[in-house]
């Protein structure tokens, strides 16, 4: 019996081990000023992130931030309210593109957009609207003054319906 309770003790001290995490620096700001009324928006910058867009399998485009010391990563989301109660009911959409760490102002349009790695997703239970999607319709302006990059977003993405269009947020 002491010997069960001695084993039992040593195995609950050994397995609180610690896991090393890494911090990413993340300023969010929630109330966007275009955010639909029956959701909630947050806008995100992650310092020192780049965006990696892969391919699976089936053909679906997909995305991982990785590390990058020279650029850092802008993510809007807007997340709609809806009954929990209900099976897949929900409804999230979210836009990232990608800065360098060093400027002063940035404008791109249509297909210059691809420099910033500019992607929408829509994730729903929506057949055929859900995924994530390179963004090549649309107009960016970024400025950055006293440590608050201010951006304007108007974009479209043929054949996809979503409810943002429009995105404009200043972030400290």
Request: glycine share 4%; proline share 2%.
């Given at each position: 019996?002491?010997?069960?309770?001695?084993?039992?003790?040593?195995?609950?001290?050994?397995?609180?081990?610690?896991?090393?995490?890494?911090?990413?620096?993340?300023v969010e700001k929630k109330n966007?000023?275009?955010?639909?009324?029956?959701?909630?928006?947050?806008?995100?910058?992650?310092?020192?992130?780049?965006?990696?867009?892969?391919?699976?399998?089936?053909?679906?485009?997909?995305?991982?931030?990785?590390?990058?010391?020279?650029?850092?990563?802008?993510?809007?989301?807007?997340?709609?309210?809806?009954?929990?109660?209900?099976?897949?009911?929900?409804?999230?959409?979210?836009?990232?593109?990608?800065?360098?760490?060093?400027?002063?102002?940035?404008?791109?349009?249509?297909?210059?957009?691809?420099?910033?790695?500019?992607?929408?997703?829509?994730?729903?239970?929506?057949?055929?609207?859900?995924?994530?999607?390179?963004?090549?319709?649309?107009?960016?302006?970024?400025?950055?003054?006293?440590?608050?990059?201010?951006?304007?977003?108007?974009?479209?993405?043929?054949?996809?319906?979503?409810?943002?269009?429009?995105?404009?947020?200043?972030?400290?």
């Amino acid at each position: 019996m002491k010997q069960t309770v001695l084993l039992l003790s040593f195995l609950s001290i050994s397995c609180n081990c610690t896991k090393n995490q890494v911090n990413d620096v993340v300023v969010e700001k929630k109330n966007s000023t275009y955010c639909p009324s029956d959701g909630k928006c947050t806008t995100i910058l992650i310092e020192n992130k780049s965006i990696n867009t892969k391919t699976d399998g089936t053909g679906a485009l997909y995305y991982e931030l990785t590390d990058n010391s020279k650029t850092s990563v802008i993510k809007f989301e807007y997340n709609k309210t809806v009954d929990t109660t209900l099976q897949d009911n929900s409804y999230r959409e979210e836009v990232l593109f990608e800065i360098p760490n060093q400027f002063n102002e940035i404008i791109k349009e249509n297909s210059e957009l691809e420099s910033v790695k500019m992607i929408f997703g829509k994730h729903c239970f929506c057949r055929g609207q859900a995924g994530i999607y390179t963004i090549k319709k649309g107009k960016l302006n970024i400025l950055k003054e006293n440590n608050t990059t201010s951006f304007n977003l108007e974009f479209e993405i043929p054949d996809i319906d979503h409810k943002i269009k429009i995105i404009s947020e200043s972030i400290k």
